[in-house]
Each structure stands twice: as C-alpha cells, then as structure tokens.
T-cell receptor, first 117, second 115 residues
Framework: DTGVSQDPRHKITKRGQNVTFRCDPISEHNRLYWYRQTLGQGPEFLTYFQNEAQLEKSRLLSDRFSAERPKGSFSTLEIQRTEQGDSAMYLC???????????????FGQGTRLTVV | AQSVTQLDSHVSVSEGTPVLLRCNYSSSYSPSLFWYVQHPNKGLQLLLKYTSAATLVKGINGFEAEFKKSETSFHLTKPSAHMSDAAEYFCVVSVGGNQGGKLIFGQGTELSVKP
C-alpha cells in the first residue's frame, strides 16, 4: 500500500503527557497537511508544509502544538502537556502541487485517534 | 474569506431514490471544489473535484456535482441511492489559488439510506 500512512492509529495518554504522531505521505508528494477532526465535525485545518517549509499554522494550534517536516518527507505532530480537549482524530494528507500540476486532490491517511484521560 | 456551507447536517433517503447533498461556497475568485466521503472507521476518500473545466463533474460510484457560479453552489447528486452510500459527505474548497492551498471543509452531511 503506497498511500498516506499514519502512526500510531490509536493513542491513549494521561493529561499532561506529551505525544508525537508521525505521518508518511505518498512518496512523490511535496505538500503535507495536518487536520483535526472531532466527533460530528468536519476536519479542521491545523498546518501544512510545502516540502520542508511550513506555510501556515492555524490559530487553532496553541503553543503546545508543533509540527515538523525536516527533510520534506515524513512529518511529525507533537502535542505537549496534553489536555482533555485535545482528544480527537488527527488526520494527515498529502498532495502534489507545482507548475503544470493543477489542483490535484489531497490523499488522506486513516488518522491517529488521540484520547486524553 | 473562502468557506463552504453544507445546508443539511443529515439527509435520509430510501434505496433507489435520488440523492441531493447541498453545498454553497464563498470565494473571492474561481474556486477549486471537492466532495469527499468518509465511511465509518475509514479514511476520507475523494468523490470528485471541480477545477474550472467542465461545470458538470462526474465522480466515482455514480455521483456527480454541478458548479453553478451564479448560485455559488456545488451540490452533489446521485440518481439512485445504494445502501453502501450511507456515510458522511464533506464539501471542500481549496484556498490559495490554482496551485492548491489549504483545504477548508464544510461541517459534513450524514447520508442515511433506508431499505
């Protein structure tokens, strides 16, 4: 399977602990997105990268959240000092953009479900 | 600001009857629009996309959508619903020009299909 891969699929953590999620995009894709989805809601944009450059961070991302894509391939999303309100599904997606490549769709991973207890 | 509004949070149809899921968009320029489907415990899957070519877009599984600039709408339709169509559907707008920017999702429409 050469789709978007996320690890872990599920994470239960105690409030106050740090967690890190990993996303491996489709190999030739240069753009990578992170979204958060809570029950009954549509995915909310968190941040995205073009290669290794972080292009935008949502105001939803507090100082406790950080994302990296150091070599322009896989990405990590870290949440420090987790709170119960952080419980959600964290989705990663990737796409290919550039000259001559218009509006290709984003391919989503299965997500990491975080539960903070 | 660019956004999408899905007019129905829940739609229920009988198997074999038409499906209509409504979406209105707000965009300061010609948008790129998508419909995604999310089945329970499954990842988001692209149904179809509009990228300023034909206004009537055909997607997978018999779905199609029509871009109507005058009405700022991008409604999703299917002539005959199947039980397997029961899922959550999201209308999405791409923000950031034709090179693709971030995707902004609507709140979703849950489609139920009755036997």
């Amino acid at each position: 399977d050469t789709g978007v891969s996320q690890d872990p699929r599920h994470k239960i953590t105690k409030r106050g602990q740090n967690v890190t999620f990993r996303c491996d995009p489709i190999s030739e894709h240069n753009r990578l997105y992170w979204y958060r989805q809570t029950l009954g809601q549509g995915p909310e944009f968190l941040t995205y990268f073009q290669n290794e450059a972080q292009l935008e961070k949502s105001r939803l991302l507090s100082d406790r959240f950080s994302a990296e894509r150091p070599k322009g391939s896989f990405s990590t999303l870290e949440i420090q000092r987790t709170e119960q309100g952080d419980s959600a599904m964290y989705l990663c997606a990737s796409s290919l953009v550039g000259s001559g490549v218009l509006n290709t769709e984003a391919f989503f991973g299965q997500g990491t479900r975080l539960t903070v207890v | 600001a660019q956004s999408v509004t899905q007019l129905d949070s829940h739609v229920s149809v009988s198997e074999g009857t038409p499906v209509l899921l409504r979406c209105n968009y707000s965009s300061s320029y010609s948008p790129s629009l998508f419909w995604y489907v999310q089945h329970p415990n499954k990842g988001l899957q692209l149904l179809l996309k509009y990228t300023s070519a034909a206004t009537l877009v055909k997607g997978i599984n018999g779905f199609e959508a029509e871009f109507k600039k005058s009405e700022t709408s991008f409604h999703l339709t299917k002539p005959s619903a199947h039980m397997s169509d029961a899922a959550e559907y999201f209308c999405v707008v791409s923000v950031g020009g034709n090179q693709g920017g971030k995707l902004i999702f609507g709140q979703g429409t849950e489609l139920s299909v009755k036997p």
